[in-house]
T-cell receptor
Framework: DTGVSQDPRHKITKRGQNVTFRCDPISEHNRLYWYRQTLGQGPEFLTYFQNEAQLEKSRLLSDRFSAERPKGSFSTLEIQRTEQGDSAMYLC???????????FGSGTRLTVV | AQTVTQSQPEMSVQEAETVTLSCTYDTSESDYYLFWYKQPPSRQMILVIRQEAYKQQNATENRFSVNFQKAAKSFSLKISDSQLGDAAMYFCAYRSGTGNQFYFGTGTSLTVIP
């Protein structure tokens, strides 16, 4: 089983609604990342946490997006006032090591209708 | 920002044959890492193989090997004795030795024909 759990697996929401996704690394990982993957594209970086501190945010992360990692364990990604362009797979990843790269979660597939 | 290019959106291979997936990248850095990730349909991405830029020797993991050409900024993946379970989307990824994020290519969809 993957070392990163994401919930929910799928989410369908109406445009304008708020949604929240959760990411749980099974074992302790200092660094946790959120990526977005649209159809036919590779994952694109959104933001990353070192423990509970959000250290970097992509320009893709508009002010409708907010991410937290309150205790340095699980993380949440909230999208407010969803738009159809937000439809994508949202991937969470924990960094195993610089050498070995990420462990990815299964992702949350968001569909905005 | 670094860019990673995968010029083959789709590839197919006969079962038990060998296939090579291409990847090129653009960077001015000397210290970096390169990865190939596999994403089966509706399943999570998993690491296939990695290469440190400072190593001249090409990485190998069982049936998977890379051809790392640092001067040409090329990092291709060779899959030998292809199996049905190899069918997936394959992503090439770059990480700076000092940076915090990975840069991914657009992926190559591999079909394995029985």
């Amino acid at each position: 089983d993957t070392g990163v759990s994401q919930d929910p697996r799928h989410k369908i929401t109406k445009r304008g609604q708020n949604v929240t996704f959760r990411c749980d690394p099974i074992s302790e990982h200092n660094r946790l990342y959120w990526y977005r993957q649209t159809l036919g594209q590779g994952p694109e970086f959104l933001t990353y946490f070192q423990n509970e501190a959000q250290l970097e945010k992509s320009r893709l992360l508009s002010d409708r997006f907010s991410a937290e990692r309150p205790k340095g364990s699980f993380s949440t990604l909230e999208i407010q006032r969803t738009e159809q362009g937000d439809s994508a797979m949202y991937l969470c990843a924990a960094l195993e090591s610089i050498l070995y790269g990420y462990t990815f979660g299964s992702g949350t597939r968001l569909t905005v209708v | 920002a670094q860019t990673v290019t995968q010029s083959q959106p789709e590839m197919s291979v006969q079962e038990a044959e060998t296939v090579t997936l291409s990847c090129t990248y653009d960077t001015s850095e000397s210290d970096y890492y390169l990865f190939w990730y596999k994403q089966p349909p509706s399943r999570q991405m998993i690491l296939v193989i990695r290469q440190e830029a400072y190593k001249q020797q090409n990485a190998t993991e069982n049936r998977f090997s890379v051809n790392f050409q640092k001067a040409a900024k090329s990092f291709s993946l060779k899959i030998s004795d292809s199996q049905l379970g190899d069918a997936a989307m394959y992503f090439c990824a770059y990480r700076s030795g000092t940076g915090n994020q990975f840069y991914f290519g657009t992926g190559t969809s591999l079909t394995v024909i029985p």
